[in-house]
């Protein structure tokens, strides 16, 4: 669906989505989400607290070279605090 409205509208959804170093990182895309469209649903933030710390069934790595045996390894997670907030600024400075 993403790639269907950069097609069809000529530009990018999501722009803010690399660090200050050009690199992307999921924070950042998280980040940019929230400010699009709001928090994200309570389902959403109960099922990463409940699978980010599920082993994989083999080790990944990650951007920066090292193995990752869980999605908080590899993503750098968790995202969001206690209470579902997220812990990353939107590209305009807000939560």
Request: hydrophobic share 35%; glycine share 10%.
């Amino acid at each position: 669906m993403l790639q269907l409205f950069e097609l069809l509208e000529d530009k990018e959804l999501f722009i803010h989505l690399k660090s200050q170093n050009g690199v992307y990182t999921p924070q950042a895309h998280i980040a940019e989400m929230i400010a699009l469209l709001g928090p994200p649903p309570q389902k959403f933030i109960d099922q990463e607290r409940h699978w980010r710390d599920v082993p994989w069934e083999r080790s990944f790595p990650s951007p920066g070279g090292t193995l990752c045996d869980t999605a908080r390894e590899y993503y750098g997670g968790p995202f969001f605090d206690s209470k579902g907030m997220s812990k990353f600024q939107t590209p305009t400075g807000g939560p």
